[in-house]
């Protein structure tokens, strides 16, 4: 069982940065496949980054790439998002997720955070 949180959300204007942070539970955190999705309003969820824990190859979505930066240290069980000059159309709620087993850039994930809302304004 993992446990997650999420926390760095805010408002920021166009243009700006915000990291996100995801602290996770269990002492097995280093072999878990570790992702970045949000969910904007009428939309449907979508993988944004993701960090395969076997080789530490980083999946980065088309609308994201060079701008988004995602990371881990496992010696403090957490995950980050750097975002820059980030757009309107980044807005949405950001969940960190995490899986034990299977592709690191498929959807289904197995533990899920609560999610932190990201807002930036034009």
């Known amino acids: 069982q993992v446990q997650l949180v999420e926390s760095g959300g805010g408002l920021v204007q166009a243009g700006g940065s915000l990291r996100l942070s995801c602290a996770a539970s269990?002492?097995?955190?280093?072999?878990?496949?570790m992702g970045w999705f949000r969910q904007a309003p009428g939309t449907e969820r979508e993988l944004v980054a993701a960090?395969?824990?076997?080789?530490?190859?980083?999946y980065y979505a088309d609308s994201v790439k060079g701008r988004f930066t995602m990371s881990r240290v496992n010696a403090k069980n957490t995950v980050y998002l750097q975002m820059n000059s980030l757009k309107p159309e980044d807005t949405a709620v950001y969940y960190c997720?995490?899986?034990?087993?299977?592709?690191?850039?498929?959807?289904?994930?197995?533990?899920w955070g609560q999610g932190t809302q990201v807002t930036v304004s034009s």
């Open positions: 997720a995490a899986r034990s087993s299977g592709t690191y850039t498929q959807n289904d994930y197995d533990y």
């Open positions: 269990g002492r097995t955190f280093s072999r878990y496949n």
């Open positions: 960090i395969s824990w076997s080789d530490g190859r980083i």
